[in-house]
């Protein structure tokens, strides 16, 4: 138990603004989220947020790089579990996406926020850049996994747009179809490209 007037170490108290931040943007978006938003949905001043990152631009890419991380962490682990099948683990990443702990209501709407502080944001512009490069090649590794013929660079790229395009439908409007109908449709298009 932590003694009255304990004080937590930089470290932590970095981390709880990074995990407020992420809040902030599933609850207020792009537009709502502030330095303020951020030093409120983390109990503490303003001027703390200001002391470890320097201003919400920074803290936001450190969200999206924090955010990035959890989404690949679940989807390394959904490739694990598929065994050592290559097409079964190309399909298990993709269809990751669309599944707990990826297919969350709080991480869709933190991943929107974020993903439209791209044009504004240079910082989180170099967060998604990095991250995206990441995916991508994941994607082409397991590509090249599979020994497909063709450019697995460009096959990657299409392969992250069918996973953005069908999160983006889901974030916008879940009325449209379900993540297991998002489910089906990357599995089919994944069987037509192999078939």
């Known amino acids: 138990m932590a003694r009255a007037g304990y004080r937590r170490a930089p470290v ?9 931040a992420e809040r902030a943007l599933a609850i207020h978006g792009a537009g709502g989220v502030s330095v303020r938003t951020i030093a409120a949905e983390a109990g503490v001043s303003p001027g703390l947020v ?3 990152f320097e201003g919400v631009e920074p803290l936001l890419a450190a ?12 989807l390394a682990e ?5 065994g050592a099948d290559p097409r079964a683990r190309l399909t298990a990443y993709v269809c990751g996406n669309f599944r707990p702990p990826v297919m969350d209501a709080d991480l869709l709407a933190t991943w929107l926020g974020l993903l439209s502080l791209t044009k504004s944001m240079p910082l989180v512009a170099a967060a ?17 996994d599979c020994r497909t013929l063709g450019d697995h660079r460009l096959e990657a790229v299409a392969i992250t747009a069918l996973i953005d395009g069908l999160w983006l439908e889901l974030c916008l409007d879940d009325s449209v179809f379900t993540p297991e109908e998002a489910i089906g449709i990357a599995t089919r298009w994944l069987e037509a490209r192999f078939s």
């Open 78 to 82: 959904a490739v694990e579990a598929a």
């Open 50 to 52: 200001t002391h470890h």
């Open 128 to 144: 998604h850049a990095e991250t995206y490069a990441a995916y991508r090649a994941e994607v082409e590794r397991l590509l090249d």
């Open 63 to 74: 969200a999206y790089r924090q955010v990035s991380d959890r989404v690949g962490d679940a």
């Open 12 to 20: 932590e108290r970095r981390q709880a603004l990074i995990d407020a």
